[in-house]
């Protein structure tokens, strides 16, 4: 795994939803290598606090640049939702096990729940050179909470029935795989671990192969500190590494607690 450590300039910042933020950095290094899936870890202010880094999806590249979603749900991104262009920050990347695009089924069916659907335009531009077709259903509480911006095709659920689909967004693709051919589909999820561990439940009710993306927590992002373990279904080994393994699984592989 080869991964940079660059201190890089924020290019833009723009907040597109209430607390729901989109940052781009130039950073070379990163955009080059980047593969949909992976993820840079940031220190977010040069002062220790908070201390450690914390993990973000590279929501899409564009020449040098990468491009970061992400809501405030505490310090770290609260300081990253108030950086302006020209700030400096510390990132580390690319991370983890990307999402593999190749063609072994052609209709693609992303789920996202929340701010899941964060890797979701990069990696819409890969399956679609991969030749692809591509359905998309994005879940969120409330409909000023929906991300769907360079997402295709795209299915909304609300858990409040204030657009699209009343009800979570597992319902909503139920509802879809009862009425479609199952044939060739696979399924690319992300968001909470409830969401990963009721849409895993559904593709393997339903016999449809599901490679989800966890965002569970994580300190170091590289393999030393072992503090991101999940479960493994079989084998000898009993855990892997979310961070170096993962964020990238095979529903069938893992347990999702
Ligand atoms: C591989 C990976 C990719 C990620 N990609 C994105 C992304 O693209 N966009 C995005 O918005 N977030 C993403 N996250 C989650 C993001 O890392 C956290 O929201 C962030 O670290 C919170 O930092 P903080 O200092 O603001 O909050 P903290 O002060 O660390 O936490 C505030 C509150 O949020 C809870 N919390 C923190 N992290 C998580 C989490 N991962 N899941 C559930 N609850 C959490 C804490 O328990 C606490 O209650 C990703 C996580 C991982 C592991
Ligand atoms: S976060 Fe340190 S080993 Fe995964």
Redesign the pocket.
């Known amino acids: 795994m080869e991964f940079f450590q660059e201190r890089v300039h924020v290019t833009s910042r723009e907040e597109i939803a209430p607390g729901i933020f989109v940052l781009r950095f130039r950073s070379p290094a990163i955009a080059r290598q980047c593969r949909p899936g992976q993820?840079v870890n940031i220190r977010?202010d040069a002062s220790f606090v908070?201390l450690l880094r914390?993990?973000?999806?590279i929501?899409d590249v564009d020449k040098d640049e990468i491009e970061?979603?992400?809501?405030?749900?505490?310090?770290?991104?609260?300081?990253?939702s108030r950086k302006i262009a020209g700030d400096e920050v510390d990132l580390i990347g690319p991370?983890?096990r990307p999402f593999d695009c190749s063609r072994t089924a052609t209709h693609a069916m992303l789920v996202g729940g929340g701010?899941g659907v964060?890797?979701f335009p990069f990696l819409t531009r890969a399956l679609i050179a991969e030749g692809h077709r591509i359905t998309s259903f994005v879940g969120a509480r409330t409909a000023d909470q929906v991300i769907s911006r360079n997402i295709k095709n795209c299915h909304v659920a609300t858990d409040d029935g204030t657009k699209g689909f009343h009800g979570t967004v597992v319902e909503l693709l139920r509802c879809f795989l009862e009425k479609e051919s199952v044939d060739n589909v696979q399924i690319y999820g992300c968001g909470?671990?409830a969401m990963m561990r009721a849409l895993s439940n559904l593709a393997h009710e339903k016999k449809v192969r599901c490679v989800v993306?966890?965002?569970?927590?994580?300190a170091c992002g590289i393999g030393i500190c072992q503090g991101?373990p999940v479960e493994r279904r079989e084998g000898e080994k009993k855990y892997s590494l979310?961070?170096t393994e993962?964020?990238v699984f095979d529903c069938e592989e893992i347990v999702i607690r």
């Open positions: 993820f977010s908070p914390r993990p973000f999806s929501s970061m979603l992400f809501n405030v749900v505490g310090k770290g991104t609260q300081i990253l991370l983890g701010l964060a890797p909470p671990a993306s966890l965002e569970g927590d994580m991101c979310v961070c993962g964020p």
